[in-house]
């Protein structure tokens, strides 16, 4: 029983959680870009466009 445990955790637990480690990474990496971006472009017609 123990070696089907731990084939669960290595194909199947591993994985999704790099996964989702990953999407969370890329959105704190998107929200902080977006917001740097803005505050550079305030004030100019480049706004609307980011």
């Known amino acids: 029983m123990g070696p089907a445990i731990l084939l ?3 194909l199947v637990a591993v994985p999704v ?3 989702v480690t990953g999407a969370v990474i890329a959105a704190i ?3 902080t870009l977006k917001k740097d ?3 550079e472009f305030d004030g ?3 706004l609307s466009l980011s």
């Open 8 to 10: 669960v955790v290595l």
């Open 17 to 19: 959680g790099l996964m």
């Open 29 to 31: 990496f998107g929200v």
């Open 37 to 39: 971006i803005d505050e």
């Open 44 to 46: 100019t017609e480049h």
